[in-house]
């Protein structure tokens, strides 16, 4: 079965440092990879996924990720912290079948310090 | 903009008292998703309808339904709400290609329902 897990319900990060957020998940074939971001009161919108190819995916509003096998891990990434990036944000693995469902992270809240 | 719409963004109901929520898509993705979120929870799913052919999660309790009378609209009626139903409801679509359900997803703004 796939599952995530987003290490840290809670990250707090100075505006203008990086911004990591982690997550490593479990899957017993190739999977796909997303993150997804959630404003207040919003839906959630999609800030980049993997699928197949390159490693480093770039995504919107500056952030990336980087698929590593090795490690399980699809950690995303930002140089550096805008204040309108505080957020709820969710990693979530399906896999390449097609009944199979997006499975998604418990999800970190991301707080911006002024 | 093709986009997402949920109606209304909050709704109150009463305990017992049946409440629909509704979602429109002018993406024309044949792919449309429900998801419960509790406060502070990743968004469960409850079901998805892949065209007209309804998929219901094995939990998802019986007092909820769902409808899809055309491919831009979808809704999710509950019967007869519980105080623990009380969440945030997310509808999504997607387009089928590789899978119904690995390609990207496209949310709606959510509807908050309140039960008192």
């Known amino acids: 079965a796939q599952s995530v897990t987003q290490l840290g319900s809670h990250v707090s990060v100075s505006e203008g440092a990086l911004v990591l957020l982690r997550c490593n998940y479990s899957s017993s074939v190739p999977p796909y990879l997303f993150w997804y971001v959630q404003y207040p009161n919003q839906g959630l919108q999609l800030l980049l996924k993997?699928?197949?190819?390159?490693?480093l995916v770039k995504g919107i509003n500056g952030f990336e990720a980087e698929f590593k096998k090795s490690e399980t891990s699809f950690h995303l990434t930002k140089p550096s912290a805008h204040m309108s990036d505080a957020a709820e944000y969710f990693c979530?693995?399906?896999?390449?079948?097609?009944?199979?469902?997006?499975?998604f992270g418990k999800g970190t809240r991301l707080h911006i310090l002024p | 903009d093709a986009m997402v719409i949920q109606n209304p963004r909050y709704q109150v109901t009463q305990f017992g008292k049946p409440v629909t929520l509704s979602c429109s898509q002018t993406l024309n993705h044949n792919v449309m998703y429900w998801y419960q979120q509790k406060s502070s929870q990743a968004p469960k799913l409850l079901f998805h309808y892949y065209d007209k052919d309804f998929n219901n999660e094995a939990d998802t309790p019986d007092n909820f339904q769902s409808r899809r009378p055309n491919t831009s609209f979808c809704f999710l009626d509950i019967r007869s709400p519980g105080l623990g139903d009380a969440a945030m409801y997310l509808c999504?679509?997607?387009?089928?290609?590789?899978?119904?359900?690995?390609?990207?997803?496209?949310f709606g703004p959510g509807t908050r329902l309140l039960v008192l």
């Open positions: 999504a679509t997607s387009r089928d290609s590789t899978g119904p359900l690995q390609e990207t997803q496209y």
């Open positions: 979530a693995v399906s896999k390449m079948n097609r009944d199979d469902k997006i499975i």
């Open positions: 993997y699928t197949t190819g390159a490693t």
